[in-house]
T-cell receptor, first 112, second 114 residues
Framework: QQQVKQSPQSLIVQKGGISIINCAYE??????FPWYQQFPGKGPALLIA?????SEKKEGRFTISFNKSAKQFSLHIMDSQPGDSATYFC???????????FGSGTRLQVQP | DTGVSQDPRHKITKRGQNVTFRCDPI?????LYWYRQTLGQGPEFLTY????????KSRLLSDRFSAERPKGSFSTLEIQRTEQGDSAMYLC????????????FGSGTRLTVV
């Protein structure tokens, strides 16, 4: 059962543009929503995370927008750079459980 | 480097053989996790330890899989009688006590079963 659906599967953005990746979840018990970045041959690295008591969180060029009623959250990468080219995963977990449920990933390519 | 260390990085084995992977977490982290990632997919949770206690196991962790963390430090993941479907990247992560997430992942062990 896929509890976190991620789109698009791949994304091509020009340097300086905005990259937007979307996720939707089903489990209303989820209360922690992180985004991970993964480069080839490496493990995922935590980028930014949000809890449902806020609708937006910004860290540098990365912003999470969260819509609790729609059960959706998204990652916005402002001023995208070629070094941002990687695979991005959204994830979610619920209180009392340590396991993260990951989306299927978005392969981002930022063209110079 | 004080990150999460996994060994080996790559393992090729014949179907039916047993394999064992090792994970050394960040030293001050008492939580340790194993995930499996197949090509083009997100990581899937396998199991979780707090100190030496295995507190949660996924249904993905069949009876051919066993994980241990005997002294609450490093962990091993063993797969017995490997099958071609076991071919994947096996990721270890650790986190400190308190809060959720905040995982630090290792670079993984890529298993190929031939």
């Amino acid at each position: 059962q896929q509890q976190v659906k991620q789109s698009p599967q791949s994304l091509i953005v020009q340097k300086g543009g905005i990259s937007i990746i979307n996720c939707a979840y089903e489990n209303t018990a989820f209360d922690y929503f992180p985004w991970y970045q993964q480069f080839p041959g490496k493990g995922p690295a935590l980028l930014i995370a949000i809890r449902p008591d806020v609708s937006e969180k910004k860290e540098g060029r990365f912003t999470i927008s969260f819509n609790k009623s729609a059960k959706q959250f998204s990652l916005h990468i402002m001023d995208s750079q070629p070094g941002d080219s990687a695979t991005y995963f959204c994830a979610a977990s619920s209180a009392g459980r340590r396991a993260l449920t990951f989306g299927s990933g978005t392969r981002l390519q930022v063209q110079p | 480097d004080t990150g999460v260390s996994q060994d080996p990085r790559h393992k090729i084995t014949k179907r039916g053989q047993n394999v064992t992977f090792r994970c050394d977490p960040i030293s001050e982290h008492n939580r340790l996790y194993w995930y499996r990632q197949t090509l083009g997919q997100g990581p899937e949770f396998l199991t979780y330890f707090q100190n030496e206690a295995q507190l949660e196991k996924s249904r993905l962790l069949s009876d051919r899989f066993s994980a241990e963390r005997p002294k609450g430090s490093f962990s091993t993941l063993e797969i017995q009688r490997t099958e071609q479907g076991d071919s994947a990247m096996y990721l270890c992560a650790s986190s400190p006590t308190g809060g959720q997430g905040g995982y630090t992942f290792g670079s993984g062990t890529r298993l190929t079963v031939v």
